[in-house]
């Protein structure tokens, strides 16, 4: 059996210390998940595992199950003695999550512990900044970094058009362009891939995420599809997986995603350009909407700023949690939730205090 370069699959420090607290279990890494359990990769090659009855037991809701991408402690190695069984998540250093489908509040982690998210939208009919802005809120909330990925440029007529219009709402934010009738398309992406990192690829169906990873790895491992004449992609990819490249990380590869439900997004990143805005308004709690000396609507009036990225804005913090806070309650919210275990923004800064101070000595 061949020996598995554990960090080179992004295996850190921390996640050994935080596995040494348990005894008689091994570090594995969710590389798919099935209806009824999961395939995991361990130092000695990959096994087929399934949650331990008390991990089901105290399971409280959807995102606490092991997702792809998750460094669980699993009971063995191999086969020889049947499928093994998951008995821990170590701690996710990121996530993508989304909204299940319906009006649940439960939300689905589509992949963990990434480093990079590659945001995949076509230059044809796919293309949808409102839908990328969604994204790029998910993708910033998640801790990882978002990197936008216009894919199928040779169907686009006016690719510098829509270049100005993804660089008008993707701040701080890499956009590479890339090709599918090309071998030389998907290099501008290798400078992303490193031993120890892990990049997943989000996006609808047919925009060529399996196309990419192909290329990326030098065979057609994963099966592609041609976007439909209707111009809607054809579902391809029908679960999350886990791909290891050889001294070059991993790639996790993502089904489409036709809705992109929010339960959190990080909207002062992804909507910076109207946070800067908003602290010039006469109003510290300025709803956009009609306050004197509103500096959002005044962008508005001299067509700094669209009607469309507005009400986007307006759309999204409303799906969040974050509904009705500007962006300084929004800090204060997302400090205190760090502190819950702690009790809060109160004792958030005696702990940072007590920790420049120790610096000091």
Same mark, same amino acid.
């Given at each position: ?140 909330? #998640?801790? !990882?970094?978002? =990197?936008? %990925? &216009? ?5 686009? @007529? *006016?690719?510098?058009?829509? $270049?100005?219009?993804?660089? #008008?709402? !993707?701040?701080? =934010?890499? %956009? &590479? ?5 090309? @071998? *030389?398309?998907?290099?501008? $992406?290798?400078?992303?891939? #490193? ?24 065979? #057609? ?141």
């Amino acid at each position: 059996m061949n020996h598995i370069d554990m960090k080179n699959i992004g295996l850190t420090e921390e996640f050994i210390q935080e596995a040494n607290k348990y005894k008689d279990l091994y570090i594995g890494r969710i590389t798919s998940q099935y209806k009824n359990g999961y395939k995991v990769i361990t130092s000695n090659g990959e096994l087929s595992a399934e949650i331990s009855g008390k991990f089901r037991h105290n399971v409280k809701s959807l995102s606490e199950y092991p997702a792809v991408g998750d460094f669980v402690l699993v009971d063995r190695t191999n086969h020889s003695q049947g499928n093994g069984i998951i008995h821990h998540v170590l701690t996710r250093k990121s996530a993508f999550e989304r909204k299940v489908a319906g009006n649940t509040t439960d939300t689905q982690v589509v992949a963990a512990n990434i480093d990079t998210i590659f945001i995949c939208m076509s230059l044809n009919n796919d293309f949808n900044l409102r839908r990328l802005e969604r994204y790029l809120s998910i993708a910033w909330d #998640s801790s !990882a970094i978002p =990197v936008i %990925v &216009l894919t199928k440029s040779d169907l686009c @007529n *006016d690719i510098d058009v829509k $270049l100005k219009e993804v660089a #008008s709402i !993707a701040f701080g =934010v890499d %956009v &590479l362009v890339t090709t599918s009738i090309s @071998n *030389d398309g998907y290099r501008s $992406l290798q400078k992303y891939l #490193s031993s120890g990192k892990t990049l997943a690829f989000i996006g609808s169906s047919g925009v060529g995420k399996s196309t990419l990873i192909n290329c990326l790895l030098g065979q #057609s491992l994963l099966d592609t599809s041609e976007i439909r004449s209707d111009d809607k992609g054809r579902h391809t990819t029908t679960r999350r997986d886990l791909i290891i490249l050889p001294n070059l990380g991993v790639v996790i590869d993502t089904p489409g995603m036709r809705e992109l439900g929010i339960i959190s997004a990080d909207l002062t990143k992804s909507f910076a350009d109207i946070d800067e805005l908003a602290s010039k308004c006469r109003f510290s709690d300025c709803t956009h909407k009609s306050e004197p000396n509103c500096a959002v609507q005044q962008a508005i009036n001299d067509q700094i700023l669209s009607v469309d990225r507005l009400e986007s804005y307006w759309k999204l913090k409303k799906e969040t949690k974050y509904d009705g806070l500007n962006s300084r309650m929004i800090e204060k919210e997302k400090i205190n939730e760090m502190f819950h275990s702690m009790g809060g923004m109160k004792n958030a800064r005696k702990y940072i205090k007590e920790k420049s101070r120790n610096k000091g000595k």
